[in-house]
């Protein structure tokens, strides 16, 4: 079993920054991609930012680019989320997952086997 633990979450102003960890515990394998997704209420759970273990490639949505930083420490099993400029857009519930299937587009869902439980973000105008 493979757990995936987010931390870091809260209520910040907007222009503020916060910086999302997910740390990934149980059994070893070898992930091929990890990435952030989002999910507002009533809303669908959207992509937003994933990162490639072997040579740390990464993908953003077009809404957080240039605000966003996904970044991952292999040694520590921990991808982590630099978000900067929050806008009140931006609240949701963040999630981390984590995929050992080679090959699949990192900015879809569906290619994602490990998902951790989410932590909320919340931007005040």
Do not use: H
Request: hydrophobic share 30%.
């Amino acid at each position: 079993q493979v757990q995936l633990v987010e931390a870091g979450g809260g209520l910040v102003q907007a222009g503020g920054s916060l910086r999302l960890s997910c740390e990934r515990s149980g059994r070893t394998f070898s992930s091929y991609a990890m990435g952030w997704f989002r999910q507002a209420p009533g809303k669908e759970r959207d992509f937003v930012a994933a990162i490639r273990r072997s040579d740390r490639s990464t993908n953003y949505a077009d809404s957080v680019k240039g605000r966003f930083t996904i970044s991952r420490d292999n040694a520590k099993n921990t991808v982590y989320l630099q978000m900067n400029s929050l806008k009140p857009e931006d609240t949701a519930v963040y999630y981390c997952a984590a995929t050992s299937v080679y090959g699949i587009r990192i900015d879809d869902r569906r290619g994602y086997v490990y998902w951790g439980q989410g932590t909320q973000v919340t931007v005040s105008s």
